[in-house]
């Protein structure tokens, strides 16, 4: 009974597996044609300016694919997808520095700027100071030796602060460099050795 | 309101690299869909500079865009150039890029101070100096969400009974009771900048002082952009370049706050003869605050004797319960900037004895009050 029934729908010559195998073919193809222009140039041409969400980042020298929604900040893309919780997100609202991080050079809030906005700069955080081989960034060396930071919650972004300041004065007196790090809090209030630390490391950087 | 931690409701986002497929996409989507009543639908299109003015409200679900707009990729709208004699500043040029510029350090000093003075170092390398001016209001009970009347509801928290208004305006309120939170508004209103807006339409240019609105104009918004209009351009006359400037901000802390009030003021001098000057107070309004009064009192006069024009800053002010010391810091930063005395050390050590007190006392009056 059963083979008689197959036997009168399906196509005449066909074996009752190459059919099944046909059926779920054709769905595949059929439910996958939509997603095909979505993703190359036609949804590009109609509507200027729209973001793919598979992107390529460049974080501490690598380049990273990742799939980051259009409403994704920064902080979340690095913590939540490439696993890099160096980054803190202490207040997620730009008024505690604790997710610092340097986009080309240059210290940015990552909890207030959206990843795209960042594509094809170069990102680096805390875990790229430090050498392949494990050896400490000397500016993070100078913060050790200081024993600068008392809880460290508010270490990594201190460091990638001060590390763009330096860039741009690399000799600074305690002054300046108290003013180059303002964007930063610290609730234990360990300012005085925060930036002892930090000229400590900058002193070891300059000797290279 | 409640904070919300679990990062922003979705919107479409879209980066267009030029002036004119972001004004297309303004067209399509800056007023968002209309209903049914003809007016504007709420999920507007939202136009993204540097984001800190409107990524925390996104986040608090203050403002749910359909779409937003970011201008990261606009080149066009980055940089400082000459044109003949004006210098033209894009609207997404970072602050610590007008900070710094040479060009603007030489002639518009006072812009590069007022620059150099907004809230932390992260900030400025992120904020533009077109989000700077163009920045909504900072009023917490507005920005906690609450139905007041900027809102479109019926009511100003901040004025009312009991409200916390320390930080709100003492000039020009109606109703809404909001200030200007810019520190670089009134260093460009002092400037006679212009800035140029654009729309698919049509480009207009208006006079610094006439970007700013106050309630009594429209108490929904603090600027005259439409929602499908986009700052394409700033642009400084040479009327005042290399002129005595003076910029002085007074905030709780030295770094990240608003101000509690500052003044930008431009001095053309012979000598110490005050040819002709702008005086233009922040925070202390919904606009920034010119002083035309003053202005006119101390034309042609030398600056030492004019110094008591300052009083003329604060007539008219209306004080709330909290926000008193602002006449009284209006007047004294006023008078300090006619004078052409330093800043005071940005802190709250001026708080007690300097600007907040009686002007200028001298040291044999403390000597005497304190006697007594």
Known sequence: ?208 | MATVRDGMPHFDLYQPDSVEDALALLDRLGRGAHMDDGTDGPLRAWVLAGGLDCLERFKDRIRRPSAVVDLARVGALRGVRREGDETVIGPMTTLAEVARHPDIRERFGLLAEAAAQVASPQIRNQGTLGGNLSQDARCWYYRGGWPCYRAGGNICYAAAPGAMNREHAVFGARRCVAVSPSDTAPALVALEARLVIRNAARTRMVAAEDYFLGPETDITRLTVLEPDDLLVEIRIPPTWAGTRFHFEKVRDRPVWDFALASIAAAMRQTGDRIDQARLVLGSVAARPWRLPQVEAALAGRPREEAADAADLAVRGAVPLAHNGYKVTLARNLARRAILGQPPGAPSLAMGASGLMGAPDPSPARQTGKEAS
């Open chain 1, 1 to 208: 009974m059963c083979d008689h029934d197959a036997a009168m729908s399906r196509p005449a010559g066909m074996t009752r597996r190459q059919f099944i195998r046909s059926v779920i073919a054709t769905g595949v193809v059929s439910f996958s044609v939509p997603l095909l222009p979505a993703r190359g140039g036609a949804a590009a041409r109609t509507a200027p300016g729209t973001v793919e969400r598979l992107v390529t980042l460049t974080v501490n020298g690598m380049r990273r694919r990742v799939d980051v929604l259009p409403n994704e900040t920064l902080a979340q893309t690095l913590r939540g997808k490439l696993g890099l919780t160096g980054v803190k997100v202490g207040c997620d609202r730009a008024e505690c520095g604790a997710c610092t991080v340097l986009v080309d050079d240059v210290p940015v809030y990552s909890c207030s700027t959206l990843t795209h906005s960042v594509l094809g700069k170069a990102i680096l955080t805390v875990e790229g100071l430090a050498s392949p081989g494990g050896e400490l960034h000397p500016l993070q060396q100078g913060v050790l030796d200081e024993q600068g930071f008392q809880c460290g919650y508010c270490a990594p972004g201190f460091l990638m602060t001060a590390l763009g300041y330096l860039k741009t004065n690399p000799d600074p007196t305690r002054q300046q460099l108290a003013h180059g790090v303002s964007g930063n809090l610290c609730r234990c209030q360990d300012y005085d050795k925060i930036l002892t630390g930090l000229l400590r490391g900058a002193e070891y950087m300059r000797r290279g």
